[in-house]
């Protein structure tokens, strides 16, 4: 990096660590800073202080060399969820995540009433569950937004989004890459008699594609920065982690696909041609140039897992050892490789929230062995890790069943970490090859940058596909495993199991 080169930052709020990643012209990342935080549970609800926020966005740009050099920047975070502010932006209820499932009778209303899944974590679900609540803030409401497009707006002072972020809101018109206008006047008449003083289309943020103008950093952005940035940086659309996630992989092109896994595991395949009918576990939202994508979305992942991991680490430390966090993982990692395909038959649920695939609001982890079971530390690692995409493998089963094609899927995230293993086992859940790329280790704010790149340095009319393929990702090197007959024979006996098992959940979750 050198003192006159052109930079780009990519800022993501992810759902454990808020990160800003720089890149050079030449699109590889050159410094990064984060600053780790987490989810509180208040009065029934997931949430995340906005004072925090702030904190946490300094923080993470306090670590990232060459601020002077940037020419554009966005704004990423965790996408879904709920804020809401008055006219004069002041939040009228504490932020609700995407982690909440709270807006069931919502979002089965307006799925029936749009003939589209609308999941529990979409902001229009827990928009319209807060009328069905009578809550007192909803009159007030004259902004509804995400996580990304409130930091977007505050630095900016622009009250738009991407419209892959925008999909995650409210369903988009793939014509017009607006929202959907005869869904906007469904859900005005559902709410019309109710006398509320705003329309959906009023309290909505605008919707932009993937390199339009998306306004610059102001004065009054940089101060709530600490001046850490100078004003007059010019902005991309902010963005989802869906969005990001498939910008950092070049999974934006029909028949690609990515997994992005860590404390939430989800797929994102871009579709070729509309799903022949509404499936319930299956979101439809956008890239960030709008072409349609079906998402598979599951909200348990790595957190089981890592817990097991602290088990195992105070184990170690009876014995007066202090293994390396990193090095335990990985060790763990590859001796789940010794398990057997099936993984000895232990079985493993790893749901500490509920899964809108599964249809439950809430969860309990469960082990479970039969008394023949080979119970062996390889096998139970193994069992975990299978869990951690075992959800998400009923969701793919639908779309190929759909017959929806797929000739590449990228991996990326904490699951893929430890080379050969996390992909071994995705390949064999997905029958999809699986590669993951050596850039890809930044994530999604690598993803953000790149977009940004592309605002700041695109040339006229090139898409964001050509982009990434010619200008961003040719040559760049990465792993890729095919999945192999004999994993895939395993995982698809462990999810007989497993598909069992989700039935003690659902007891379980009644009684305890």
Known sequence: MTAMEKLCLGIELGSTRIKAVVISEHHAPVSSGDYTWASNYENGVWTYSLDEVWAGLKAALSGVKGRKSICAMGVSAMMHGYLAFDKDWNLLTPFRTWQNTITGPAAAELTALFGFNIPQRWSIAHLYQAVLNGEDHVPQIAHITTLAGYVHYMLTGVNAIGVGEASGMFPIDSKSLDYDGELLQKFNGLVAERGLPWTLADILPAVLPAGADAGS????????????????????????????????????????????????????????????????????????????????????????????????????????????????????????????????????????????????????????????????????????????????????????????????????????????????????????????????????????????????????????????????????????????????????????????????????????
């Open 217 to 512: 950093l102001t004065e009054a952005g940089a101060v709530l920065l600490d001046n850490l940035l100078s004003p007059g940086i010019p902005f991309a659309p902010a963005e989802g982690d869906a969005g990001t996630g498939m910008t950092a992989t070049n999974a934006v092109a029909p028949r690609t696909g990515n997994v992005s896994a860590g404390t939430s595991i989800f797929s994102m395949v871009v579709l070729e041609q509309p799903l022949s009918k509404v499936y319930e576990e299956i979101d439809l939202v956008t890239t960030p140039t709008g072409a349609p994508v079906a998402m598979v979305h599951c909200n348990n992942c790595t957190n089981d897992t890592n817990a097991w991991i602290k088990i195992l680490y105070e184990t170690a430390e009876l014995f007066g050892a202090e293994p390396s966090i990193s090095e335990l993982f990985t060790r763990l990692y590859k001796k789940s490789l010794d398990g057997d395909p099936d993984c000895g038959g232990i079985t493993v649920c790893n749901y500490l929230a509920g899964e809108g695939v599964t249809h439950m609001d809430e969860g309990r982890p469960l082990v479970v062995r039969t008394p023949e079971a080979k119970f062996t530390l390889a096998n139970f690692f193994r069992a975990q890790l299978y869990s951690t995409m075992a959800t998400l493998k009923i969701g793919m089963d639908i779309l190929a069943a759909e017959g929806v094609a797929i000739d590449s899927l990228t991996g990326h995230g904490g699951l893929f970490k430890t080379p050969g293993v996390g992909q071994k086992y995705m390949a064999a859940a997905c029958n999809a090859p699986v590669t993951c790329m050596d850039t890809a280790g930044e994530g999604g704010p690598y993803g953000m940058a790149l977009l940004a790149a592309y605002r700041a340095w695109k040339p006229n009319g090139e898409t964001l596909e050509a982009y990434l393929n010619h200008r961003v990702f040719a040559g760049v090197s990465g792993a890729t495993v095919q999945p192999d007959g004999e994993t895939v024979a395993g995982f698809n006996a462990y999810m007989g199991r497993y598909k069992a098992l989700l039935e003690v959940e659902r007891k379980i979750v009644e009684v305890l």
